[in-house]
Nanobody, 117 residues
Framework: QVQLVESGGGLVQAGGSLRLSCVASRNIFSIYYMGWYRQAPGKQREVVARISSGSASSTVYADSVKGRFTISRDDSQNTVYLQMDHLKPEDTAVYYC?????????WGQGTQVTVSS
C-alpha cells in the first residue's frame, strides 16, 4: 500500500505560479510511474504530466500545459513536484497525484488550484 499526499494548491491570479508537491509514504520511484492529473467541475479527469520510473525520468505533458508546467521528483524526499507557471483560468481544477505500475494504481486526495482572471 502506498499513500500519496498532495499540497501546494491555492488561489492565484492569472499569470502567477504555484508548485504542487506529492509525498509518497515510501520510496516507490524506482518502480512506479508518477503523474499529475486534474479534474475541473463537470469535466473528466485528465492527465497533466507524467514522469517515468527509475533513472530515466522521462517526462510527458499535456499539450495544454507544455512550456508552462514542469514535473520533477526528488527521490531522497519521496516527493514529486509540479511547477506551474503562467497559470490561466482554465487551469482551475482539483489536481491529483498518481502512482502507477503494472500491478497497482494509487491516488492522492487532491489539492484545489483556482486561477482568477
Amino acid at each position: 500500500q502506498v499513500q500519496l499526499v498532495e499540497s501546494g494548491g491555492g488561489l492565484v491570479q492569472a499569470g502567477g505560479s504555484l508548485r504542487l508537491s506529492c509525498v509518497a509514504s515510501r520510496n516507490i520511484f524506482s518502480i512506479y510511474y508518477m503523474g499529475w492529473y486534474r479534474q475541473a467541475p463537470g469535466k473528466q479527469r485528465e492527465v497533466v504530466a507524467r514522469i517515468s520510473s527509475g533513472s530515466a525520468s522521462s517526462t510527458v505533458y499535456a499539450d495544454s500545459v507544455k512550456g508552462r508546467f514542469t514535473i520533477s521528483r526528488d527521490d531522497s524526499q519521496n516527493t514529486v513536484y509540479l511547477q506551474m507557471d503562467h497559470l490561466k483560468p482554465e487551469d482551475t481544477a482539483v489536481y491529483y497525484c498518481n502512482a502507477w505500475s503494472a500491478k497497482y494504481d494509487y491516488w492522492g486526495q487532491g489539492t484545489q488550484v483556482t486561477v482568477s482572471s
